[in-house]
């Protein structure tokens, strides 16, 4: 049973940073492409930033590029997502996500599994 559980959510004052957590189980991420998606209040759900399944490449929505940055660890199957310099337009429950082929895509209805999310809460 594939399982994603995110964790690292929470309050945080604007310009804040922040870094979630999505282990696995179930799957081994460096055979998954894996996702990072946000949903925020009355919003359709958003691409933020994927790694490939070899981890050598990623890719950003305009709004992460140069705040957020996507890695992972291999040892513990798990993907982090660090979330530098926050603003109140971040605000959105964070999911992650793993794609079996291993190409990422920006696409949310490409990845084949899907944690619950963690909220993600940035005051002004």
């Known amino acids: 049973q594939v399982q994603l559980v995110e964790s690292g959510g929470g309050l945080v004052q604007a310009g804040g940073s922040l870094r979630l957590s999505c282990a696995a189980s179930?799957?081994?991420?460096?055979?998954?492409?894996t996702g990072w998606f946000r949903q925020g209040p009355g919003q359709e759900r958003e691409f933020v930033t994927a790694?490939?399944?070899?981890?050598?490449?990623?890719i950003y929505s305009d709004s992460a590029k140069g705040r957020f940055t996507i890695s992972r660890d291999d040892a513990k199957n798990t993907v982090y997502l660090q979330m530098n310099n926050l603003n109140p337009e971040d605000t959105a429950v964070y999911s992650c996500?793993?794609?079996?082929?291993?190409?990422?895509?920006?696409?949310?209805?490409?990845?084949?599994?899907w944690g619950q999310g963690t909220q993600v809460t940035v005051s002004s």
């Open positions: 996500a793993a794609k079996r082929t291993g190409i990422i895509t920006t696409i949310a209805k490409g990845y084949d599994y």
């Open positions: 179930g799957v081994t991420f460096n055979t998954y492409a």
């Open positions: 790694i490939n399944w070899s981890g050598d490449h990623t």
